[in-house]
C-alpha cells in the first residue's frame, strides 16, 4: 500500500493567483482512521493556503506528539515541516519565528500535547504573544493509546468502555482568551463553511492566533455518552454569527441589512465580517467573549466561530527589538560592524 497521491490531476482544475492547483497545497494520502476530523481539519488549512495566495515554501508547520501531529504530513508537502517531542512545539516554534519572521508559522496540537504535557509550553507562547497560528485538534481523548479521557475530557462525559470522567475539563478556549491571546477561535471540524475563514482570519492576524477544533475520534470517542462525538456537538453547538473573510484589496459586492454586520479590520487591511452578533457578546472585549463562551457552557453548548479578536498587537519580535532580516540572511557587515560601532556601544553603556 503507498500513502502518496497519485500525480495525475485533471488539467483544466482552476488555478490561484499564484498559478498553483488546490493539489499543490496537499500532502501525503492519510493514515488516520476513516472518518477522523483530523483530515478535514487538514483540508481546511489547504483550502485557506490556496485561497489566500500563501506560497507554501514561505509556511512552517510544527507539531508534537499525537494522532493530531501526524497531520502536519497530510497538507502543504512543499512546505518546511519540523515533528518535535510532546507538547513541547510552541518552544521550536519560537526558536523558528525568532531566527526568521518572514515564514508563517502554523502549530498543530492536540488536547493531550497542549491540555497535559505542553501545558506549561502553552500558557508562554500565549503571552510572549508569538505571531503564529496554533490549532488544537480536540477530540477529548488519547487515541494513540487506545483512548483514555484526556484532559479536555469534559466531566461525565463516558468513553468508549462506559466510564465516567470524574474529573473538570481544561477549557483551552476560555484559557487562550484569560492568557491574553489576541485571536482565539472556536470551531468543529464537520463545519468547513466555519472554519475555513477562521483559518484565513487567523493566518492572517498578526500576532498569537489560536483555534480550538473539535474534531471526534471515530474510533474511541464517538460513542453515546462522549461530548465530543459527531452527534453530540452537532446536537450542541451554538455559533457567535455567521462569519466571511475578506483579503486585503478585494471588493466587498455583497450589502447587508445596517445593523447585522460587524467588520473586524486586521493589521494588513483585511477584513472579517460578522453577521448576526450573538446577544451580549463583543469580540473586541475580552471579559465579555469569556462570559460568552461560560454562558453557553452552562447550556450544555459549545460556542464555536470567533470568540476574541484583539485589533492593535505586539508579537514577540516588536517586544524584543529584533532585526528585521532573517537571521540566515545577515551578512558580515551587519554581524561586525567594525570597532568604532563597538567603542559607540561601549562608550553609551558607562
Known amino acids: 500500500m503507498t500513502y502518496v497521491r497519485p500525480k495525475f490531476r485533471h488539467p483544466e482544475l482552476p488555478k490561484n493567483k499564484l498559478g498553483y492547483t488546490l493539489s499543490y497545497y496537499e500532502g501525503a494520502l492519510s493514515t488516520l482512521c476513516a472518518g477522523c476530523g483530523h483530515d478535514s481539519i487538514s483540508a481546511a488549512i489547504v483550502q485557506a493556503c490556496y485561497d489566500l495566495d500563501i506560497e507554501p515554501h514561505k509556511v512552517a508547520k510544527l507539531s508534537g506528539i499525537g494522532c493530531s501531529s501526524k497531520t502536519p504530513a497530510y497538507f502543504l508537502s512543499n512546505s518546511h515541516g519540523f515533528n518535535s517531542v510532546h507538547g513541547r512545539m510552541p518552544s521550536v516554534a519560537t526558536g523558528a519565528n525568532l531566527a526568521n519572521r518572514d515564514l508563517k508559522y502554523i502549530g498543530i496540537s492536540g488536547d493531550g500535547d497542549t491540555a497535559s504535557i505542553g501545558m506549561g509550553q502553552f500558557v508562554h507562547v500565549i503571552r510572549r504573544n508569538l505571531n503564529m ?95 465530543k462525538s459527531y452527534d453530540y456537538v452537532r446536537e450542541h453547538v451554538e455559533a457567535t454569527g455567521t462569519l466571511d473573510f475578506v483579503p486585503m484589496m478585494s471588493e466587498i459586492t455583497t450589502e447587508y441589512a445596517e445593523g447585522s454586520t460587524e467588520h473586524l479590520v486586521l493589521h494588513d487591511g483585511s477584513i472579517i465580517e460578522l453577521h448576526k452578533l450573538a446577544d451580549g457578546w463583543d469580540p473586541h472585549n475580552r471579559i465579555s467573549a469569556i462570559n460568552a463562551v461560560q454562558h453557553a457552557k452552562a447550556k450544555n453548548e459549545i460556542l464555536t466561530g470567533l470568540l476574541y479578536m484583539e485589533k492593535e498587537t505586539t508579537d514577540l519580535h516588536d517586544m524584543l527589538g529584533t532585526t528585521d532580516i532573517p537571521l540566515n540572511s545577515l551578512t558580515k557587515e551587519i554581524l561586525c560592524p567594525g570597532s568604532g560601532k563597538l567603542k559607540e556601544l561601549n562608550d553609551s553603556l558607562r
Open 133 to 227: 497560528l496554533y490549532v488544537v485538534m480536540n477530540n477529548g481523548c488519547y487515541g494513540l493509546t487506545k483512548g483514555q479521557d484526556s484532559a479536555t475530557a469534559d466531566a461525565g462525559s463516558k468513553n468508549k468502555t462506559g466510564q465516567v470522567n470524574l474529573f473538570q475539563s481544561i477549557d483551552l478556549a476560555s484559557l487562550a482568551i484569560e492568557l491574553g491571546a489576541t485571536f482565539v477561535a472556536q470551531s468543529f471540524s464537520g463545519d468547513k463553511q466555519q472554519l475555513v475563514p477562521l483559518m484565513k482570519a487567523a493566518m492572517k492576524h498578526q500576532g498569537f492566533a489560536f483555534i480550538n477544533v473539535i474534531s471526534p475520534c471515530v474510533t474511541f470517542n464517538n460513542n453515546v455518552g462522549s461530548t
